[in-house]
């Protein structure tokens, strides 16, 4: 069966214990992929006044709106998989070396993938501080 080419996720998210420390290290580890904190929403789903507001308990990230939230609205240790597309391979690198030095844990140095992996698959991987797998991916043509 053939994908629509017109099928794409628009967002997803997931559970995090601490906000604010999610929110540092995702703030940090993801704008080496060009994304960056667009919204902040509070416990009753309003928007937030800023990164220090009381009642944070979201903040969604992207270029253009929000693709990735983190949040303390969905469930916690389910120890969620998200890979993020990097324009190029320096991108991916940044990533893990910019998750580690902000509190992220190795889980896959920057490097080509075999093994089930298509051809020019070149990603890294790094935990979270909730334990979450996070990706950044670089599909050679």
Request: charged share 20%; aromatic share 12%; hydrophobic share 40%.
């Amino acid at each position: 069966m053939t994908q629509d080419p017109n099928w794409r996720i628009d967002h997803t998210g997931i559970g995090v214990a601490d906000i604010r420390a999610a929110a540092r290290f995702y703030d940090a580890t993801l704008a080496t992929l060009g994304l960056r904190p667009l919204m902040r929403i509070t416990r009753s789903f309003g928007a937030a006044t800023s990164a220090d507001d009381p009642d944070l308990a979201g903040v969604g990230y992207g270029a253009d709106y929000p693709i990735f939230w983190i949040d303390l609205f969905h469930p916690l240790g389910v120890k969620q998989h998200t890979a993020f597309r990097a324009r190029i391979r320096d991108e991916v690198q940044a990533f893990h070396a910019t998750a580690l030095a902000v509190g992220g844990r190795d889980n896959g140095a920057p490097g080509p993938r075999t093994g089930g992996y298509p051809s020019g698959y070149f990603a890294a991987f790094v935990l979270d501080p909730d334990g979450n797998n996070i990706e950044a991916v670089f599909r050679e043509p």
